[in-house]
């Protein structure tokens, strides 16, 4: 039952629990805490960071848009206002990084997160438009 209880609880909150995570990394760079794992990240793989903003990013935009969207209902105006909503967010927080000590605005990471927003907006839209029919 405690297994049962958990697991409809993780359905339920996963996009807050995603949330937190995010937050917590993005508190974590602000402070300068990540300057080592990425610098580590970086010589082992290069464009890891941008691949980690294209998926963390990205894998939020899909949670929220489950969230507001499919949950409540289908609607292609919904994917549009909150794809717009991620974006905005997406912007505001990279272009905050100019004023942060520990951090620098990077035009790539911008478009690592922007690209992931789209990317996933469309893997909904396919997954969830019961209109949307793919032809082999």
Do not use: C
């Not at 995603?18 to 464009?47: E, P, R």
Request: glycine share 4%; aromatic share 14%; proline share 1%.
């Amino acid at each position: 039952n405690i297994i049962k209880t958990a697991i409809a609880f993780s359905k339920r909150n996963i996009f807050i629990l995603y949330l937190i995570f995010i937050l917590s990394i993005i508190i974590s760079a602000n402070m300068g805490w990540l300057s080592l794992v990425m610098t580590t990240s970086k010589q082992h793989w290069a464009y890891s960071d941008k691949l980690a903003h294209f998926l963390l990013v990205g894998g939020l935009a899909f949670l929220l848009h489950y969230r507001l969207v499919v949950r409540k209902g289908f609607q292609k105006s919904r994917i549009m206002k909150t794809t717009l909503l991620m974006m905005l967010i997406a912007t505001l927080e990279e272009t905050s990084q100019r004023f942060l000590a520990n951090r620098s605005f990077n035009y790539l990471d911008m478009s690592a997160n922007l690209l992931g927003i789209l990317f996933f907006s469309v893997v909904i839209y396919f997954l969830f438009n019961k209109k949307t029919t793919i032809n082999p």
